[in-house]
Structure formats: C-alpha cells, structure tokens
C-alpha cells in the first residue's frame, strides 16, 4: 500500500492549485481519504477534508469550505485536492492517508509542499 502526492509549488496568494494523491496496492474507492497539511515543522498535522467515494460524501475543515474541493478518480486510483483563492496561511505540507482523523490514519504520503506567497 502506497500514496503518493504531487502537484505543490509556490503560487501567490489568491492562486489555485491542485494536488494529487495516487495509490497503489489499493482501490481508493474502498476507503475514506483524508487530505491533511503540516504549517510548520514540529507542529502537528491538520485536518483538511476527506472524501468517501462509496457514499459520494465529503467533508471539510471551516477554514478551507467554499475554497478547497476534493474530488476522486477511479480511472487512476487518484484523490485531488482542489485549491482556490489560496492564501498565506495555507502554506503547509499537504499530505493524504487513508483515513478522515489525524489520530487514525494510516498509510501516509510523503507529503507536497505547497507555498502561498502574499
């Protein structure tokens, strides 16, 4: 079992991103996928949003909703995380795992660094 994410850069603030997480060794459809960011080292990681692709359910972190979007593709085993009207304060390293809750998530990426200048 491998997540992989890709897609983070620099942008400025007000600019959109999209990230993608790509499995192995599993169908995403068969799972929650939670889309998680560390704004620094040391500090613990946050929840973004998480997808359930076999109830067609997302959900999502107050301070991403209207913003942020997260869509699944079972063509290509991938989970994206759309990104708008980026600001500052979402500089972080975006990881996703399987799982909806930082506690219990296993599987994690090695996470993508996206920057958010002003």
């Known amino acids: 079992v491998h997540l992989v994410e890709s897609g983070g850069r620099s942008v400025q603030a007000g600019g959109s991103l999209r990230l993608s997480c790509s499995a192995s060794?599993?169908?995403?459809?068969?799972?929650?996928i939670g889309w998680f960011r560390r704004r620094a080292p040391g500090k613990a990681r946050d929840e973004v949003g998480?997808?359930?692709?076999?109830?067609?359910?997302?959900d999502y972190h107050d301070s991403v909703k209207g913003r942020f979007t997260i869509a699944a593709e079972s063509a290509t085993n991938t989970v994206y995380l759309r990104m708008e009207n980026l600001k500052p304060e979402d500089t972080a390293v975006y990881y996703c795992?399987?799982?909806?809750?930082?506690?219990?998530?296993?599987?994690w990426g090695q996470g993508t660094q996206v920057t958010v200048s002003s």
């Open positions: 795992a399987v799982g909806c809750n930082t506690a219990s998530a296993i599987y």
């Open positions: 060794g599993f169908a995403l459809d068969d799972y929650n």
């Open positions: 998480c997808i359930s692709t076999s109830i067609s359910y997302t």
